[in-house]
């Protein structure tokens, strides 16, 4: 005992040492962090912020972010909270070495919404859908998958058992499809397809170390899209899409893994990829407005990459980014990361000049920067009265 006590003060001292004379010789080495490192800029010294105390505070501040090899203590921590099936930046890993993010987890089993802000939300798409009927347009709603509901099967376990004692999950999901189907907006519920691919599938629809869809659940979805709005009177060519895996991911495939400060970690398994063409029947020639949010990326990222169903393509990523792509004889242009315009600045008169207006969020929560979009643009139809 006494040896182990010795071994363990000298591990201790030995570190400290090591620590203090980087410091002193301004060595460090670091490895890669992500979310836990503020930049703090090291303090100048003077004798006036020394008197008062300032000097100290704002040197004690850099030195706890800066201290040598604080990035390899912290991912020794974090390795530590992982492999005992902790929380590491909101990530935890559950069964099967999936790996779930606690917002989702918490939109699956505990977010509800307010009945007044869904009160509103739903005059507010009343509003909207009746003015675009008048103008001959369409507003089509898109739920995009919850990861923590189709695989709530590989939940980590204190989150299975807060899903035992939950009457009702899923909660937004059911109030928006009701909500939707009361005021007869059309909508598709990609959870239902999700299910199906994850027991029918030729591979799972999501990645183990991811948060989004990968390419093979999201292209089978844009062909439902696809399908869906043909089915209300639209001429959109389907996709014809090959798959084949491979160990290199897509860029969603490992957006989970990539948050984790550990050393050891899930390798996931092979990524599904595909390469579609389109089946030129039918020109493209529809034009899509829409409000989206980071599972539209996927559809966005795939058009470039292979062709576009739509003659342009414009779409609003929350309220921080936009996408415009258009489809010509030239060929498809576009850029999809480009600055969003502020909401109270839209032109929402232009959403008129296409066919479809698109609502698309995930089905685990009803965004608040989708709240604002749709009462902002009912707003606009109310002054036009």
Not at 67 to 75: G, H, M, Q, T, V
Not at 91 to 120: R, T
Request: aromatic residues 14%; glycine residues 4%; negative net charge.
């Amino acid at each position: 005992m006494k040896a182990a006590k010795m071994l363990f003060c000298i591990i201790n001292l030995g570190i400290c040492i090591l620590v203090f004379g980087l410091f002193i010789f301004k060595k460090d080495f670091t490895t890669p962090l992500v979310g836990v490192t503020v930049d703090k800029p090291k303090p100048v010294f003077s004798i006036k912020s020394l008197m008062v105390g300032s000097f100290q505070h704002e040197y004690e501040d850099w030195l706890g972010e800066n201290f040598p090899l604080r990035s390899f203590f912290i991912k020794g921590y974090d390795q530590i909270i992982y492999s005992f099936g902790g929380t590491v930046n909101d990530i935890q890993p559950g069964k099967k070495e999936d790996l779930h993010g606690k917002m989702w987890l918490n939109g699956y089993l505990m977010y509800d919404i307010d009945a007044s802000v869904l009160e509103q939300y739903k005059n507010d798409l009343n509003t909207i859908n009746q003015y675009l009927i008048s103008h001959n347009k369409k507003l089509c709603y898109m739920l995009s998958p919850n990861k923590s509901e189709i695989y709530s099967d590989s939940m980590p376990w204190n989150y299975k058992l807060i899903e035992k004692n939950t009457q009702k999950p899923a909660q937004a999901r059911w109030k928006i499809r009701n909500l939707l189907t009361e005021l007869e907006i059309p909508y598709l519920d990609t959870a239902d397809i999700m299910f199906d691919l994850k027991k029918n599938g030729k591979y799972q629809p999501f990645p183990k170390t991811g948060i989004h869809w990968n390419r093979y659940g999201s292209s089978i979805a844009l062909n439902m899209w696809i399908k869906f709005l043909n089915e209300r009177g639209f001429q959109v060519p389907q996709i014809q899409a090959e798959f084949d895996e491979s160990e290199t991911p897509d860029k969603s495939d490992t957006d989970y893994r990539d948050l984790l400060n550990v050393y050891i970690h899930s390798k996931g398994e092979l990524y599904p990829h595909v390469k579609f063409t389109l089946d030129m029947s039918k020109e493209p020639e529809v034009k899509i407005y829409a409000m989206t949010t980071s599972y539209h990326t996927a559809f966005m990222e795939m058009f470039l990459e292979n062709d576009m169903p739509f003659s342009k393509y414009k779409r609003l990523y929350y309220n921080q980014y936009q996408s415009l792509l258009i489809r010509d004889q030239n060929g498809l242009s576009g850029d999809l990361w480009m600055n969003a315009t502020p909401f109270d600045q839209i032109d929402y008169s232009e959403i008129i000049d296409y066919d479809i207006f698109v609502i698309e969020h995930n089905a685990g929560e009803l965004p608040e920067a989708h709240i604002d979009f749709i009462r902002r643009f009912a707003e606009y139809i109310n002054s036009l009265n």
